[in-house]
C-alpha cells in the first residue's frame, strides 16, 4: 500500500472541510463508498436498483435530484475499469447555494487508507463519517507526572496533549507539630503518602483502561526522584496497566505544563512519532530566528521571494493554511495583478478588482491554492517540504505568529 504524503493529507483534510459544508434541500447528496474488492459491475447494478427505488419519492424534485445523482454516478463508473487498492469514494447531488437556487456538485475522493465498507447513503448531507475517522491520530500514550503534593494525568492522542485530572494531596510536610513523635509523625507521613499513590492509580488506571486497548501504546511516567520511583515500584497500576510504562522521567513541573514537559524527555521514547518529527523541525527553525543568522523566513512574500532565488533548504506549512493566489492580466494595460486571500469552505469566487496600476476592472482570473503553488516551487529547487499540525504549542504558534508560512534558508539572503 502506497504511503501517504503529507501534501496528500493536506489536500484529503481541505476536500472534507469543503464536503462538510454542503447541504441539500432534502435527502438529495449521495454518498458513495466502494472498497477495494468490490466489483464494479455489482456496484452498477445496485445503483439501477436505487434509481428504480427512487421513482417512489413523493416529491417531484427530490426525486429527480436523486435520480440525476445516480445518472452521474453510472456514468463515472463507466470510466473506472478497475477500483483503486484503498478504495474510491464518489460525491454527487443537487447542493443548495442560496436564493432559492440548486447547483449539482459531484466530487471523488482517493481515500488514505482503504475503504472497509460498500456503502451508498442518501441525505441532507454527505455522509463522511469514515472518511472523518481517517483523519484521527492513532495510538494513545498514557502521561502521568507526579510528586508528593499534586498529580497531573493526561494523553497525547497523535500530536495533541490533553490534561484529564489534577489531584492534590493531604501529605504534611517534613517539620511535625510540636507534641507529636517524629516516629509518629514519620509513620502518619508514610500513610498519607501510600493513600495519595494509591488515588493517583486508580483515577490513572480508570482513565487509561477507558481507552481502546488496540490503540493504547503505553504509559510515561515524569516527577523528581525519588517519587515516581516509589510510585512505580508500589505497583499502584491495575495489572494490565503496569506492563505498558514505557519509561521514568526527570522533569520539574507536575501540573498541565509538565504534560508537555514529559512529552519533550520522552523524545527518545516517541522518536518514531510525527509529532517529535513535528517538534524537531519547527525547534530548527526558531533556533534559526533566534540566532538571527538570516536563514529563517517567515510570511508567504519573504518564503515566495526566497524560493523564486531557490535559497529555501526546508518550507514548513501549517496544516491549517488555507490560502489562495489570484492573478489576473489586466485587458486595458497588460499589468499583472497578484494577490492572495484566506478563505473558508462556501466562499464564492472573489472578484479581483480593479488593476493596481491603470484602475481597470478585472475579469478574468486564475486562482491556485498558495500550498500547491509553493509546493511546486519549492519541488523545482529540491527544498523539502513539510507539513505541521495546530494540536501542539509550536505547531500553533507557526499559524497564529507566522501565518502558517515560514522556511529555513540554505543560505543568508537579505530578504
Not at 145 to 153: G, H, L, P
Not at 173 to 197: D, V
Amino acid at each position: 500500500m502506497a504511503e501517504t504524503s503529507a501534501h496528500d493529507r493536506y489536500e484529503f483534510k481541505k476536500k472534507l472541510e469543503i464536503l462538510r459544508d454542503k447541504k441539500g434541500r432534502s435527502t438529495e447528496l449521495v454518498a458513495l463508498y466502494i472498497p477495494p474488492d468490490k466489483q464494479i459491475s455489482d456496484v452498477t447494478a445496485d445503483l439501477r436498483e436505487e434509481h428504480s427505488q427512487a421513482a417512489n419519492i413523493k416529491s417531484k424534485m427530490t426525486k429527480t435530484n436523486v435520480q440525476g445523482a445516480i445518472d452521474s454516478l453510472l456514468s463515472r463508473l463507466r470510466y473506472l475499469d478497475k477500483v483503486p487498492e484503498n478504495g474510491i469514494v464518489y460525491f454527487t447531488g443537487a447542493v443548495d447555494v442560496g436564493s432559492n437556487k440548486t447547483s449539482m456538485e459531484s466530487y471523488v475522493v482517493n481515500p488514505p487508507e482503504p475503504i472497509v465498507t460498500y456503502k451508498y447513503h442518501c441525505n441532507s448531507e454527505f455522509y463522511l463519517e469514515p472518511l472523518e475517522y481517517m483523519l484521527k491520530e492513532k495510538g494513545t500514550f498514557g502521561l502521568l507526572v507526579m510528586d508528593r503534593r499534586e498529580a497531573t494525568i493526561g494523553t497525547l492522542v497523535g500530536k495533541k496533549i490533553d490534561s484529564h485530572r489534577r489531584l492534590t494531596s493531604t501529605v504534611p510536610g517534613k517539620q511535625r507539630k510540636g507534641g507529636q513523635s517524629a516516629q509518629r509523625f514519620q509513620s502518619l507521613r508514610l500513610i498519607a503518602i501510600h493513600e495519595f499513590y494509591k488515588r493517583i492509580g486508580d483515577a490513572a488506571s480508570e482513565i487509561f483502561l477507558a481507552v481502546e486497548p488496540k490503540e493504547f501504546k503505553g504509559i510515561l511516567i515524569g516527577g523528581p526522584s525519588p517519587t515516581k520511583e516509589e510510585f512505580y515500584d508500589g505497583e499502584f497500576f491495575h495489572h494490565e496497566l503496569a506492563k505498558k510504562v514505557l519509561g521514568l522521567f526527570d522533569i520539574a513541573y507536575t501540573d498541565e505544563s509538565g504534560l508537555n514537559e514529559l512529552v519533550n524527555a520522552a523524545g527518545e521514547k516517541l522518536a518514531d512519532l510525527e509529532l517529535m518529527e513535528q517538534k524537531t523541525i519547527m525547534k530548527q527553525f526558531f533556533k534559526e530566528l533566534i540566532a538571527e543568522s538570516g536563514r529563517a523566513s517567515y510570511g508567504e512574500k519573504s518564503v515566495r521571494a526566497n524560493l523564486e532565488i531557490n535559497a529555501v533548504e526546508m518550507l514548513i506549512l501549517s496544516e491549517d493554511l488555507r490560502a489562495e493566489r489570484l492573478t489576473s492580466t489586466c485587458p486595458s494595460c497588460g499589468e499583472l495583478n497578484q494577490k492572495t486571500r484566506t478563505w473558508r469552505p462556501g466562499e464564492h469566487v472573489p472578484n479581483m478588482g480593479h488593476c493596481f496600476k491603470c484602475g481597470a476592472e478585472q475579469d478574468e482570473i486564475e486562482i491556485r491554492d498558495v500550498v500547491d503553488e509553493l509546493s511546486e516551487m519549492s519541488d523545482k529547487s529540491n527544498a523539502a517540504v513539510h507539513f505541521i499540525s495546530t494540536d501542539f504549542d509550536e505547531g500553533n504558534q507557526l499559524m497564529s505568529a507566522f501565518g502558517g508560512i515560514v522556511a529555513v534558508l540554505r543560505y543568508n539572503t537579505g530578504q
